[in-house]
């Protein structure tokens, strides 16, 4: 009788917690497991990351296919590392553009050139900086293609954010200020999730530009500086140099597992929780699918380890913090002077500094370099010029329709998104040898035949947020679309299009940026011994890269920066203002 009432009791204790649901269920384990594999794997690739600088030396990298998981190991941790700096960059930075017009005034214009400094040119003069940093470790290399991948990522989303800041409907607004919400509550309640659609697309599109850099970010050269640090990208570019084919395809397989793995465990589940933002009065039909997502809402002791996390992070959101921003002004003659003024003496004081920036750059640069090199360049950059134009031209009217047909229709982007992944993390450098090979047999002009390898990697910045803008088109907007039988080209000017051009700006401004950015790779190709180069831009950037002539790449750079101002503002930011007052949702 004893034994048996000890048995009663203990069947009820496991019943009570059952029912309290702390026990774990079969969801649980499965999360668990795999949050501890993920946990373990991680904690290796960083202990790696640690090792002695000596030891690539001792132990180079070498083409074996058993050693591929280690490499995309290795790869990974630096692009999950880039990004997660990306994100904090764009919360802060494209934050602070979106509240302060005084802040907006040097965030934007400085976007817009660092969006243009290639990747080569931030190596070129950070490699050396981390190095120094972590003198005899390997973490010094790690942080400089680290730093490399992030400035290939961070620049989309933090436009993507700051046009979604500025786009938040108006009577959302108004609502959120009748409810007295402070700056903080209105930003983590309303602003944020609002722009949470766009920001998830982009993150992934920014995931995939830094695929399309990572041979440039790991097996980096500058001058007499050699350094291949282990991945995917240093095995390209061995791959490349040795001409072999097989090992090429081997890196592709392993590029397509991982992103499909990282498409299945994180980008799908966040766009499935993410759906929930998009604004609108008449809820969607179809929603985006994850099983992750549904898994994790199945589990039930993850749910209990995680709750004091997310009531923490739920008191943070709702905190009544004062505003470090200027509300919009309600004020007087002389307090709108004040404004005034003090506007026209930060003005001034940014001219001073770009002042003395453009004179500080000179200088360095007119010590050794002559006006026929600045002729080389600036007739270099109107080539490179042309052929961006040409590209975006085309893309646009290529992916546009495309992003529409897929954005509309939730099942068909759940099953397109990993495809888009991989094709837009796709390097340009694995396409080289064919490249090279068609060009050589046929004897075509590389100054034409090199232009597309440019738009092969920026076209998807279109692509995903033209998706981006079609899945947040509201379904109200569609049923009445339907209703009105507003069909074929009057849908497409009076609907669509309107609806979708933020986004379409966004991925238009970024896409042209990239591209710039790819010339440096996309004008000099090579497959082993062979050599091609097309005249522009890139090329002189990169050939000066390649034998370390510091103020030829200054010089690259700044024609580079000064085309991608001016392209800029003459013609994205108007269509930005644009598309900020006549097509946001109201």
């Known amino acids: 009788m004893v034994f048996l009432s000890h048995d009663r009791r203990g069947h009820s204790a496991v019943a009570a917690l059952a029912r309290a649901r702390i026990l774990p269920n079969l969801y649980d384990l499965v999360a668990l497991a795999a949050l501890a594999a993920i946990a373990v794997l991680a ?30 190991l290795r790869t990974t941790l630096r692009m999950f590392a880039a990004i997660g700096a990306s994100l904090v960059f764009t919360f802060v930075v494209a934050t602070l553009a979106a509240k302060s017009r005084r802040a907006e005034m040097i965030i934007i214009p400085a976007l817009d050139i660092l969006q243009s400094v290639p990747v080569l040119g931030f190596l070129t003069f950070t490699v050396t900086f981390f190095i120094g940093i972590f003198p005899g470790s390997q973490l010094g290399a790690e942080c400089a293609s680290i730093f490399a991948i992030f400035t290939s990522q961070a620049w989309n989303m933090a436009f993507s954010f700051y046009q979604s800041l ?38 992934m599109m920014s995931m995939s530009g830094g695929w399309f850099f990572v041979v440039a970010s790991e097996a980096i050269t500058v001058g007499n500086t050699t350094i291949q640090l282990p991945g995917l ?25 991982v992103i499909l793995l990282y498409d299945q465990f994180l980008f799908r589940p966040i766009v499935a929780w993410a759906d929930k933002f998009r604004v609108e009065q008449t809820a969607g039909q179809d929603k985006p699918e994850s099983w992750v997502y549904s898994l994790i809402k199945r589990t039930r002791l993850l749910k209990r380890l995680f709750w004091p996390l997310g009531r923490l992070w739920q008191s943070l959101m709702l905190m009544r913090l004062p505003s470090v921003m200027p509300s919009a002004p309600s004020a007087g003659r002389s307090e709108a002077r004040t404004s005034r003024v003090l506007d026209w003496a930060w003005l001034c004081l940014i001219v001073a500094g770009g002042a003395w920036g453009l004179w500080t750059a000179f200088a360095y640069v007119s010590q050794t370099l002559t006006l026929a090199d600045a002729r ?42 990993p495809v888009a992944q991989f094709l837009a993390a796709f390097p340009a450098n694995v396409l080289f040898p064919f490249a090279v090979v068609a060009i050589v047999r046929t004897g075509v002009d590389p100054n034409i035949w090199l232009a597309p390898l440019m738009v092969l990697g920026t076209q998807w910045y279109i692509l995903f947020n033209v998706i981006a803008g079609a899945s947040a088109f509201p379904t109200d907007l569609k049923e009445a679309s339907s209703v009105y039988q507003v069909r074929s080209w009057l849908w497409w000017r009076r609907a669509i299009l309107p609806g979708i051009f933020p986004y379409y700006v966004t991925g238009a401004l970024t896409a042209s940026g990239g591209s710039w950015n790819a010339s440096i790779v996309a004008e000099v190709v090579s497959w082993g011994n062979t050599k091609l180069e097309a005249f522009g831009l890139g090329s002189y950037i990169a050939r000066a890269t390649e034998a370390g002539d510091y103020p030829r790449v200054v010089l690259g750079i700044a024609v580079m920066s000064l085309f991608v101002t001016l392209l ?16 946001r949702l109201n």
């Open 233 to 257: 990208g240093s095995w390209l570019a061995v791959a490349i140099d040795k001409r072999d084919f097989a090992a090429v395809g081997w890196a592709v397989f392993a590029m397509g597992v």
């Open 376 to 417: 080389e360049a600036f007739a270099g950059g109107v080539v490179t010029l042309l052929r961006v134009i040409a590209l975006i031209a085309v893309a646009s009217v290529i992916w546009v329709p495309i992003g529409v047909w897929i954005g509309l229709r939730p099942a068909v982007a759940e099953r397109v998104q």
């Open 166 to 203: 500025r786009t938040v409907p108006r009577d959302l607004q108004e609502v959120a200020r009748g409810f007295g919400l402070t700056a903080w509550q209105r930003f983590w309640r309303l602003e944020a999730p609002f722009a949470a659609p766009g920001l998830v697309w982009n993150t």
């Open 43 to 72: 904690l290796h690739g960083a202990a790696e990351m640690r090792a002695p600088l000596e030891g690539l030396d001792s132990a180079p990298l070498v083409l074996d296919p058993a050693r591929l998981p280690e490499y995309a």
């Open 568 to 583: 800029n503002r003459g013609l994205w930011r108007p269509l930005y203002v644009f598309a900020e007052r006549r097509l």
